[in-house]
Structure formats: C-alpha cells, structure tokens
C-alpha cells in the first residue's frame, strides 16, 4: 500500500511541481506549496485561457482537471515521508514579489502575464490581479439563471454536489457541463458573457498605481504584436 500511494504521490508531484518537489518541514508548509504551485498551473491550463493560447477548450480542461486530481492527491497524501533537507542558507527563498529578469515567453499570453514577463510587476502583483478579477466578475450560475439555462434550485444542487465530491476547485460551468446540466454551447456563450461582463485587468495595475491609464493601451498595443506573432507561427 505504501509503495502504491508513493508512486501515486510521484506521478501527481511531477504533474505539479515539475520534476523537483519542493522540499518542506512542516504539514502547514506542504500545503502552502501546493496550493501556490496548483495556482501558477492553474494559470496555464485554465480552459478561459483557450484562445490566447491558440488550444481547444477541451483539451486545457481536461489538464486542468488533471492538475486538480494531483492537487487533490498532494493534500490528501501529504509530502514522501522521511526527514525533510535543510535549507540551504546561500540559497535565496522564493518569493511571491519576484520580478521576472528573463525574456518573454515565445507564446501567446494575457495582459497580466505579458506585465510580469516584461518586468513591470511582479508575481505577487499577478497573483492579485488574478484574484480581483475573479472576485469581480459575475458567477455563471447566476447568468446561467438569468438566461433560463439553469433554475435556481438547480444551481443550489450543482453546488453542493461538486462540494460533496470534493471538487471546489474545478470551475462552477466546467463542473455542471460535465454533470449534464450544460451543453457545451452553453457553457461557452455563458464564458463569453461574463467575459464581456467582468472589468479588464489593467485597471487593477492602474488602481494599485503601478501602470499610469495612459500604458494601458501601449502595453495592449504590445501585447496585441506579441501575440499575434506567435499565433501565426503555432
């Protein structure tokens, strides 16, 4: 049993992290590594993300709910067991306020990770413009509701269905198309209305002072070049 949960605690580590766990000493630090790793992937799997990264919606999320699955795997299982490394001290920590040093990545990217990869913002900077936005825009169920696709008490069984299950991380519409409850259609007119409904992420980086109004169309304009270039050559 033991050798079983290792391999499955291996397979879901390197799906998270990569091929270097981290390396933890204590439950509490275990779990604020998954959750920060689950969140960075999350970012580049998210099906939302399927037309910047020129990918069908079906294929980010079934990586999504991959990633998910190994997320929930690393919470229950917890780190390999044995007495973790020290930290080596000439080894600078990780932290949440990097600010990316290298070049742009030779692909499509949103507003938020084109700021960060251009060494405007930093990473704890994208993490809560992520964050604001999603707490801003309009839930699916609620439009699902206002557009007849859902009733209210349909919406109200999605939910605490998908919290039975444990699976509050898989996205509201993605859970209740895979439930049967939305078509794909569906599901994808409802995506693209909240997208048209939600606020645009650079007033987050102009509110927090750290791009003046008048960037944001430049670093659009930037962004649209960028995008487009790698778009053709995908």
Known sequence: ?????????????????????????SADEWRREIREAFRRRALETHPDRSAALGRSEAALAREFRQLFEAYQVLSRLGPAPGAPRAADPRQPKASQDHVHCGTVPRRPLLFAEFLYYSGRVSWRNLVEAVAWQRRQRPAIGRIAVEWGHLSEDE????????????????????????QGFLSRAQLLALLGRQRRLQRRIGQFFVEAGLIGQGEVLSFEDDLNRHNARYCRSA
């Not at 049993?1 to 000493?25: K, N, Q, S």
Request: charge should be neutral; proline fraction near 6%; aromatic fraction near 6%.
């Open 1 to 25: 049993m033991a050798t079983e949960h290792g391999g499955e605690r291996e397979r879901a580590a390197e799906l998270l992290f990569g091929a270097r766990p981290p390396d933890v000493g």
């Open 155 to 178: 919406v109200r069984e999605i939910l605490e269905r998908r919290r039975r299950e444990g699976s509050g991380g898989e996205p509201f519409g993605e859970y209740a198309r895979r």
